[in-house]
């Protein structure tokens, strides 16, 4: 009978100071949320000036780049001009032997002939 009058169901024991234990663990969590939030903002900073770094180093190779083709340009345009130098010289020498082998035939055939 002594349960009985008992109003309160069956409940554990709680220690008095269990409230301020749960405040404590609270803070704790806040605090490392907070961290976690430093954390992450640490780490966007990090990508963010990581980022701009490489972009900074990009546009450097990428200058670098076109500095090597404009030189590049202009030596195929060298070699381009003496392609064509060449191509004039061995179309005259051309032209000029070709006229002289004509010649030659005609001074044999003429040579033959009489």
């Known amino acids: 009978m002594t349960e009985s009058s008992n109003p309160e169901p069956n409940r554990p024991n ?3 100071d269990l409230h301020w234990g749960i405040s404590y663990l609270r803070e704790d969590i806040q605090d490392m949320r907070q961290d976690i939030k430093d954390a992450r903002q640490e780490s966007r900073t990090e ?3 990581t980022n701009e770094r490489m972009d900074a180093r990009f ?3 990428n200058g670098r780049f076109a500095e090597v083709n404009e030189r590049m340009d202009s030596r195929f345009a060298e070699v381009n001009e003496l392609i064509a130098e060449v191509n004039r010289r061995l179309d ?3 032209a000029l032997l070709m006229t002289l082998m004509i010649a030659m035939t005609g001074v044999l055939l003429a040579a ?3």
Request: aromatic content about 6%; cysteine-free.
């Open 14 to 16: 709680t220690p008095p």
């Open 59 to 61: 546009a450097e190779v």
């Open 92 to 94: 005259s020498r051309f």
């Open 47 to 49: 990508n963010r000036e």
């Open 112 to 114: 033959i002939k009489l």
